[in-house]
């Protein structure tokens, strides 16, 4: 794969604290499209609200009926304390009114936080700035579609957490929790249909390579990068979380590598 750098993404991963060593490919932003979020009505007294069977069916929703039922879902205890349920955002405008957003890249998180909460979309705050950062730096961002390389079709990028509530005071999330939480990330997929998805952070990487990587739980992250796994055939790259990257800097460099791989492998024909 070839990869040139603009003056714009150099500035992007000198952001990410990167040191340059390879090129990226200048992109063309092919249009913009709405941030999809469908919020929650906030509760001030939630003492009242109680945990309820999920609704059934969600391998069979279109993106709207999905979209509806994360924004009612209260199957685990998370919706006591939510402001908003976060379904995820990006991709480019669908062909038809109903359909999902198109998106080839599919980006996963652990699970909204604070700013998340109060915001109903994912990835805002520092954490959020800096996987802006790295989108950019890739030629991808969370609104636009971007085109790597010559005459290679256009591309969507679509964000979405493990988890659509907050943990409370930003814990991990737990795996019945996870559990609860699963069949909608797996319908958002089935229906985005992505070409690569980038896994960030270790519950992201549990939570799609559960079924391909037997000792996934077991192994730390490090032993998961460097290498594209499969979830359904879909190729799999496993890079840190934003919010760890602000904590460690050092590993910044990795993660850049991590970005690499995932453009090498998108590329292969
Ligand atoms: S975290 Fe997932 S399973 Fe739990 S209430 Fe929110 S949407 Fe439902």
Not at 134 to 146: I, Q, T, V
Request: hydrophobic share 40%; aromatic share 4%; charged share 20%.
């Amino acid at each position: 794969m070839s990869l040139t750098l603009d003056s714009r993404q150099r500035a992007m991963l000198k952001e990410m604290g990167v040191k340059v060593w390879s090129r990226v490919v200048p992109v063309q932003a092919p249009g913009e499209r709405a941030a999809r979020t469908v919020r929650t009505t906030p509760t001030a007294d939630t003492s009242a609200m109680v945990v309820q069977p999920r609704v059934a069916g969600a391998e069979t929703m279109d993106w709207a009926a999905l979209q509806q039922a994360v924004a009612d879902c209260r199957a685990c205890a998370l919706c006591n304390g939510r402001k908003h349920t976060v379904f995820g955002m990006g991709g480019l405008e669908p062909p038809n009114a109903g359909r999902p957003p198109v998106a080839n890249w599919l980006i996963v998180g652990e699970a909204p936080g604070d700013q998340e909460d109060l915001s109903g979309l994912p990835f805002v705050g520092p954490a959020g700035q800096l996987l802006d950062s790295m989108l950019k730096a890739m030629g991808l961002d969370r609104k636009r579609g971007a085109a790597v390389g010559d005459g290679q079709a256009a591309q969507g990028s679509y964000i979405a957490n493990v988890l659509k509530c907050r943990p409370p005071s930003n814990r991990n999330p737990e795996g019945e929790e996870v559990a609860q939480c699963a069949p909608y990330l797996r319908r958002q997929i089935e229906l985005l249909q992505p070409r690569i998805i980038l896994a960030m952070g270790r519950f992201a990487a549990q939570a799609l390579l559960h079924d391909s990587v037997p000792d996934v739980h077991s192994l730390p992250l490090g032993k998961l990068r460097g290498q594209v796994h499969s979830y359904r055939g879909i190729p799999v790259v496993v890079t840190y979380h934003p919010a760890y990257l602000l904590r460690a800097l050092g590993d910044k460099a990795k993660a850049w590598a991590d970005l690499c791989l995932a453009m090498q492998r998108f590329s292969d024909p």
